[in-house]
């Protein structure tokens, strides 16, 4: 950031740039700091270069409001509840600063504690750790992290603008074991810690600082919009040398922009790629000395902007305002995008052509600033280009199949439903199972170790053949399934092995959809995706998984669940075409599974388990928008699922995201067996089933396979003892809260061994 401008201009701006490194340097880093293959002198040296790397980077580009605390060696919530002191006490904490020991064990757990809860950031595909508030919580500054590293890139000659996770959101997006502890009630206390942390920017030369306020897309009570009032009031008092820029993001603030406008802060920022109407209301109310941030580049998605479009919505705020109040940025943090569209070699260029990864919307941000500041003349050739692009992929024969479209059109409502009810079929499946109480599975995967790494890319690079790869990965699954028979395991599965994501091994097997070589982004923690690329009319060209799965059940005589991942999931965690509804898209997907879910019942598969983890997500941030999405995304997974015989046990799974306000959608599911995480918020979920009676089968997982920790039979039996107090046993089902993909052979033989030992305990105590 320049600390003199000769004129008065907009600013070029950014929310924050993906943590990860182009070739996911940081996650690398702080899995061998993990294994202890390499000390905390070599993860911060690795984690500065990142951070000097895109500091530079952004300058270079023209950026002017560079952003500096927004990166995070794990997640930025974290961060958060490091700087504030908010460890909750089974951690061991005594004050002081929080160490990465004690940092680390928040996010994972321990060997004798568990993990932090984990939770999806509002409608992304981005997890982070809830923070945990106890009644007479004391906060106190145990991490100086943003305050180091504006020092950091101040000595490398660039003065950032440090980002804060703001006080109000922060505390509307934790939680407490206490029923009556109001979070806000403990704003008094935190914002002295906040207050501190300025002071010391300022003293250290910041000049801005980014408060972060996501909440404000929510439906709000009025005392938290109180809150705000009072944070801001206080806030804004520690200096009139440091300005605040409050950033929201996600979202229409509707009827919360009034309160927005009125707080005194020297700049707002409003995402209008989201929500281009607020425009209007915010240049129509805001005040005479605000600047307004200009969300304009979609920071969630990957296509390229229209700068037509794009320039009209600057221009109309800049006729209004003046180009010296005005800020030019993403809708919000890159964290949600790749990071350089240049590392993609493999990509044909038409579709390169249509695509803009994070480095390229900073390029983007920088050249519409350049149109305000200097004219439209200034960049005339490249809003010609953009022009033409937009119009060319418009037209492109690959965007459009018209039998895709004539499918869709033909859909009807039998398609939507089972053959017969729920109790019907639950005997029919019973019949044929012929499975014992509180019957034993998992969700799916079976640990992707460094040989099946190594393997798939052996054969992905040419220096393998198929017939030598196949012959490995039925190797792998007939370990698997042996591994299971041996451990007692009722519900069998494949394992996975031949699938390197659960989205992306399902997207390279249908048409419309594209991949990159290095299109990674965050999930949570070291835990990156590379998201498919749905650039146009889905079909399904054949079997994805049935020869893979069809040989683990000829292994068996036990009941084998195929493994699929469900529309809304392929579309939630996926990159989507933005130029026609997401309904539409995600019915061309359904379609897919739907035949592929035909395919295995065909082939004697007798349980099918489609995932759908995402479901929640997709939820719109605004309570009045949920009846609209849960309708169709409801119809698009019975559309998936109810094309099969009654005999056939259908299956779904859902983690990490808050349940209880959706129980009714779920049942409308109808899904002949639910698997749901709970194990992280020790049962909590469970209250909602004792107000919602759900009316189909259910496994409440009950170990945190995000932890490396393996938990005892004794815990394990107290959880399961916890849900039979809600459930019948012979509705209650026992399996880990998600896939086994991540941990290694050691833990998940410990910890399913332990699962099993649980459940025929409880049997032979309780039947």
């Not at 508030?133 to 950091?152: M, N, P, V, W, Y």
């Not at 019942?601 to 995402?614: C, H, K, L, Y």
């Not at 393996?710 to 399961?720: K, R, S, T």
Request: contains cysteine; aromatic residues 8%; charged residues 25%.
């Amino acid at each position: 950031m320049k600390e003199d401008r000769q004129y008065v201009m907009a600013i070029a701006t950014n929310l924050g740039f993906p943590r990860i490194g182009a070739k996911r340097e940081l996650k690398r880093a702080v899995e061998s700091f993990w294994a202890g293959k390499i000390g905390p002198g070599e993860l911060e040296s690795t984690a500065r270069a990142l951070r000097r790397e895109h500091w530079r980077l952004q300058q270079d580009i023209g950026i002017e409001h560079i952003p500096s605390n927004d990166f995070s060696l794990y997640d930025h919530v974290l961060d958060t509840a490091a700087m504030v002191g908010a460890v909750p006490g089974r951690f061991g904490y005594q004050g002081g600063a929080v160490n990465l020991a004690t940092y680390f064990a928040m996010a994972r757990g321990s060997d004798k504690v568990p993990a932090m809860e984990m939770t999806k950031w509002f409608d992304s595909n981005y997890h982070f750790i809830v923070p945990e508030f106890e009644a007479g919580q004391i906060f106190r500054l145990a991490s100086t992290k943003s305050i180091d590293e504006f020092k950091e890139a101040l000595a490398l000659g660039i003065r950032t603008r440090p980002v804060l996770l703001g006080p109000v959101s922060f505390l509307l997006l934790g939680k407490s074991h206490e029923d009556k502890l109001d979070p806000l009630t403990l704003l008094d206390g935190l914002l002295p810690v906040y207050e501190d942390v300025l002071y010391r920017l300022m003293d250290s030369g910041a000049q801005w600082v980014q408060m972060d306020e996501p909440i404000l897309a929510l439906d709000l009570q009025q005392d938290a919009l109180a809150a705000f009032d009072t944070a801001y009031g206080r806030l804004n008092g520690v200096t009139d040398k440091l300005k605040i820029c409050l950033a929201t993001y996600f979202g229409d603030l509707r009827e919360n922009l009034g309160a927005a406008l009125r707080l005194p802060v020297a700049a707002l920022h409003l995402d209008f790629v989201r929500a281009p109407q607020q425009l209007d209301r915010a240049v129509d109310q805001i005040s005479e000395n605000p600047m307004l941030s200009l969300g304009v580049i979609d920071g969630r998605n990957i296509w390229r902007t229209n700068l037509d479009q794009t320039l009209e919505l600057i221009e109309k705020a800049v006729d209004k305002l003046g180009p010296d109040r005005i800020l030019i940025g993403p809708s919000c943090s890159l964290l949600h995008c790749p990071i350089d569209l240049e590392l993609e070699d493999t990509l044909d260029e038409e579709l390169k052509g249509w695509m803009s990864f994070a480095r390229q919307k900073l390029e983007e941000i920088a050249m519409l600033t350049r149109a305000v500041n200097e004219g439209r003349e200034a960049v005339a050739e490249m809003i010609a280009e953009s022009r033409a692009v937009a119009e060319r992929r418009s037209r492109s024969s690959r965007i459009h199949n018209p039998q895709v479209k004539e499918r869709v059109a033909n859909v009807n409502e039998k398609m939507f439903k089972r053959k017969s009810p729920f109790r019907v079929r639950r005997e029919i499946q019973r019949a044929r199972l012929n499975l014992p109480p509180l019957p034993t599975t998992t969700i799916g995967s079976f640990p992707q170790t460094a040989e099946v790494r190594k393997a798939r890319a052996a054969f992905k690079k040419g220096n393998w053949s198929a017939e030598r790869y196949e012959a490995f990965l039925k190797e792998e699954i007939e370990k698997a399934v042996r591994f299971q028979e041996e451990i007692g395991l009722d519900v069998l599965v494949h394992g996975e092995f031949e699938r390197n994501d659960m989205v992306e091994y399902f997207g390279e097997q249908l048409e419309g959809i594209a991949f990159t070589q290095n299109g990674w982004v965050q999930s949570y923690g070291t835990r990156c995706i590379k998201p498919p690329v749905i650039y146009g009319d889905v079909r399904r060209s054949g079997p994805m998984t049935v020869r893979w799965i069809k040989y683990a059940k000829s292994l068996t005589a036990r009941p084998l669940k195929g493994i699929l991942t469900g529309p809304i999931t392929i579309l939630q965690w996926s990159f989507v075409r933005d130029d026609q509804p997401r309904r539409e898209t995600a019915c061309q997907i359904a379609l897919a599974i739907r035949d592929e879910v035909a395919d295995l019942e065909a082939a004697g598969i007798p349980v099918i388990q489609i995932d759908e983890p995402a479901l929640r997500e997709g939820l719109p941030l605004r309570r009045d928008e949920w009846p609209e999405y849960l309708e169709w995304a409801i119809d698009v997974f019975r559309l998936a699922s109810s094309g099969v015989r009654d005999d056939t046990q259908i299956h779904t799974h859902m983690c990490y995201s808050e349940f209880n306000d959706i129980m009714e959608a779920i049942a409308a599911l109808d899904a002949d067996v639910i698997s749901i995480e709970a194990s992280r918020s020790d049962m909590e979920l469970l209250d909602a089933f004792v107000r919602f009676q759900y009316p189909n089968e259910i496994g409440p997982g009950i170990y945190d396979i995000h932890s490396p920790r393996v938990p005892p039979v004794e815990e394990i039996e107290a959880l399961l003892r916890k849900a039979l107090n809600v459930f019948q046993a012979e509705w209650l089902w026992v399996n880990p809260d998600c896939g086994l993909k991540t941990r290694g052979w050691p833990e998940v033989h410990a910890a399913l061994l332990n699962m099993v030992a649980a459940a025929k305990a409880l049997r032979r105590k309780e039947f």
